[in-house]
Each structure stands twice: as C-alpha cells, then as structure tokens.
C-alpha cells in the first residue's frame, strides 16, 4: 500500500544516508579505493566478491580485510542509529523505529549497491 511504500522510501533514504556517513569518514582518512573494495560487504549489496580476491585488491592480509570489513560494517550499524535517532521523538522509539526499518527493507529485499 501507500503508507508501506513511503515508509520504505524513508528507510532507503536512512540507508543511503548512513552509507554517505561512512562514505565521508572513508575519504577524509584518505581511504576512498578501500571503501570502494569494502562497500560491497555490507547488507544490501549483490553477492559477496570473494575475500581472498578483496584483500588482494586492497593490499591487505585476509586477516586484515576481514577485520576492516567488521569494523565497516560496525560504522555502518552505527551511522543507521545516528540517522535513525533524528527522525524518533524519544529515545525509547529507536530499537523499534530500527526494526521496523529492518522488517521494511527485508520484505523485498535491498540494494544499495546502485545507490
């Protein structure tokens, strides 16, 4: 319905928004070929490239690689909360403003791969 598909429209832009925060942090550090490389571990993307041929790219042990991609991911679920947390009222609505946000997005599926 209507209401179903602006609201995955807001959970898209919270997403996309998120991904951007990362985005920046990645280039002001003078990082952006390896934000390039890790950006397709995060959920949402197309199917994972493989973690041999990444760490090969990026010039990292697989060790490394894995360890970046953790803490990527990490920034990521924490920059969706940051978002998130503009759009709540109280604090108390995050934990179910994120859920429903998850329940939007998983229903059918996201990419933000082409974002």
Do not use: C
């Amino acid at each position: 319905d209507e209401e179903t598909e602006f609201d995955r429209k807001w959970a898209l832009t919270v997403l996309r928004a998120a991904l951007e925060r990362v985005e920046r942090a990645y280039v002001e550090a003078g990082q952006e070929g390896l934000f390039a490389i890790l950006r397709s571990f995060l959920p949402g993307g197309a199917p994972l490239p493989s973690y041999d041929e990444s760490a090969e790219r990026a010039g990292l042990s697989l060790a490394a690689l894995n360890s970046q991609v953790h803490r990527m991911r990490r920034q990521f679920r924490d920059a969706v909360r940051t978002e998130v947390a503009s759009t709540v009222s109280a604090p108390h609505e995050m934990e179910e403003e994120i859920a429903y946000l998850y329940r939007l997005l998983m229903d059918r599926g996201t990419n933000l791969q082409d974002s």
